[in-house]
């Protein structure tokens, strides 16, 4: 039996020494370097990305930049297969002696539609890199985006295990400074004029597909529009892993994504997106948000200081979506509020996240044209069509603090279906009061009447907290001070309570909500909180257990 099988194993390892053995390095360098060389070593060097585009790369390849040198132009990556076990390599080195204050190498895309694309590739790692794209100095109509990595298909194409890890992506704009968008370009849902954004990926042919994408260790800061975007075909792509990421003043969300399925977005700091510190921005953005998404799951990221005057939640999750969980994040200071959901949604989640001075956003004030909310459900699923709320929505075990300063707002839509919000602690110190939602035309919370509502189990500061004129009211609600450790600060820790004996097994067991056989993707129960505490059968109120 060992001889039976012994000529195969031998000849598939022979066929993986082979693919090693023929692994070739090549060496690029914008100065030393020089495109009539044959590129095999750091002596005989390409000089430009446009000769490295030509090389056909096979599996093990890689593709070495000089370590604090600028590389003007683009790179190309079209139709390279690598393998799982051997990807395709783009990487920074040393050059001349140990890497030390510049351990990047820089490509600089300035004028170019893209500083890296990937298309029709499998299997491509691309690490340790510094992109830039600021504007042009000849400005072409060739296209209508500046990207600091496209990776895409052709219409019947198919993009698959490619990773972007370690990468400093940065002043990515389509313009150049001193271009001022006009005032009513931030009305519109998504900008309609031509932008820099930091990481895309586009797949738009009904024949193509794009999966096992992973966004790893990346820093994207000062970006046009939005920092990382997905945008599929009837959810073509998939399996999709953005983790550890920071994302800061982009111009338009941090991360957004369309038309994707299986997303895992973990672990990311998200700051300032929607930022207006640049005429050229488009001035307005969600620190992450979904559209047309199936069973994505966004947890342990922090959101903070979304802005602009529509929209701009920490996290939000818009129509046409199922299967969105978000828990675990820690959100503060979005002007646009905590949680929004937005109509033909189903089954979407809140839970075990903690929210602090969301929403402050004042219709009418600075051009605001939406109310910020700490919490809102719409049934808006686009302008021509009929209102249909959220259906299966649950929202738990969050911690949403608001100091003084700020008036705490809600918005429910009558048309919303099946509502749980339970063991939450809303500690609301100001006002508080009930608005209509304002995607487009007003939400009518009275309009239709709520269906399959659990309600129960939830801590107020004070009983004026939920605001009267909301339709529907806590069955069983607990007042008082949860004795947070400290209020008003950006810590997770800061959000503990300290008075057990209100908050500690005071929780109820989150059921299914009635005519919903599913639940959430992953179950209701969630087994630890926010700091990974062991949540029991009881839980406490709110994001944290009590020690």
């Known amino acids: ?86 990807a395709i390599t783009v990487e920074t080195i040393a050059w001349d002696g140990p890497i030390t204050s510049q351990p990047y190498a820089h490509i600089d895309a300035k004028g170019s539609p893209h500083a890296l694309l990937i298309q029709d590739c499998k299997h491509i790692q691309v690490r340790g890199l510094a992109i830039t794209a600021d504007g042009y100095t000849h400005k072409t109509t060739d296209s209508g985006m500046r990207c600091g990595i496209l990776v895409t298909t052709s219409p019947h ?22 271009f001022e968008r006009g005032p009513d370009e931030v009305r519109t849902a998504n900008g ?34 939005t920092g990382i975007k997905l945008t599929g075909n009837k959810q073509n792509i998939s399996r999709v892993w953005i983790h550890d990421n920071r994302v800061t003043r982009t111009g338009g969300p941090g991360i957004q994504m369309s038309n994707v399925k299986f997303v895992h977005v973990s672990s990311n700091q998200v700051m300032y997106s929607g930022s207006d510190d640049d005429q050229r921005k488009w001035g307005r953005g969600s620190g992450l948000w979904t559209w047309t998404a199936s069973n994505i799951l966004i947890e342990k990221n922090s959101f903070m200081y979304a802005n602009g005057p529509g929209d701009s939640a920490g996290a939000h999750i818009d129509y046409n979506c199922d299967n969105v969980v978000l828990q675990y994040n820690f959100s503060a200071y979005n002007a646009g509020g905590f949680c929004e959901i937005l109509g033909n949604t189903y089954n979407c989640a809140y839970r075990y996240n903690i929210s602090v ?44 603090y608001v100091g003084s300063d700020f008036e705490t707002k809600f918005a429910i839509d009558g048309r919303s279906d099946g509502v749980l919000i339970a063991n939450n602690i809303f500690y609301l110190e100001g006002d508080s009061r009930s608005v209509l939602g ?15 509502i659990f309600f129960s189990h939830n801590l107020y500061l004070k009983p004026d907290t939920w605001p009267s004129d909301l339709p529907i009211r806590d069955d069983r609600p607990l007042f008082g001070d949860p004795g947070f450790v400290a209020r008003g600060r950006l810590n997770i820790e800061d959000y503990l309570p300290t008075n057990h004996h209100l908050i500690k097994h005071k929780g109820i067991e989150i059921p299914c909500l009635t005519g919903d056989a599913f639940g959430l993707m992953g179950g209701l129960s969630v087994g630890q909180d926010i700091r990974g505490k062991t949540v029991p059968n009881r839980p406490s109120i709110g994001a944290l257990e009590a020690d």
């Open 438 to 452: 304002d995607q487009n035309k007003p939400d009518n919370p009275a309009e239709e009447g709520l269906d399959r």
């Open 157 to 178: 194409g198919r993009t698959e295990g490619i990773t972007l890890s370690d990468l400093k992506i940065h002043d990515v704009f389509y313009e150049n400074p001193g």
């Open 192 to 225: 309609t004029q031509s932008y820099g954004w930091g990481i895309r990926l586009i797949s738009n042919g009904e024949g193509a597909t794009m999966e096992n994408i992973r966004i790893e260790g990346c820093e994207l800061q000062n970006i046009e529009h």
């Open 357 to 400: 001075n969301d929403g402050h956003r004042v219709k009418g004030k600075d051009g605001a044209f939406q109310e910020g909310k700490i919490l809102w459900l719409s049934g808006y699923q686009g302008n021509n069509k009929a209102r249909k709320g959220p259906v299966n929505t649950y929202f738990y075990n969050n911690t949403i």
């Open 1 to 86: 039996m060992i001889a039976r099988f012994f000529f195969p194993i031998v000849l598939v390892t022979l066929l993986l020494f082979d693919l090693d053995a023929r692994a070739t390095d090549y060496y690029v360098h914008p100065i030393q370097g020089s495109d009539s060389n044959d590129g095999l070593s750091a002596r005989t060097a390409f000089r430009s990305l446009k000769q490295a585009s030509q090389i056909r790369f096979l599996p093990g390849d890689r593709l070495l930049l000089a370590a604090g040198q600028r590389y003007v132009g683009k790179l190309d990556l079209v139709g390279l297969q690598g393998q799982p076990d051997m």
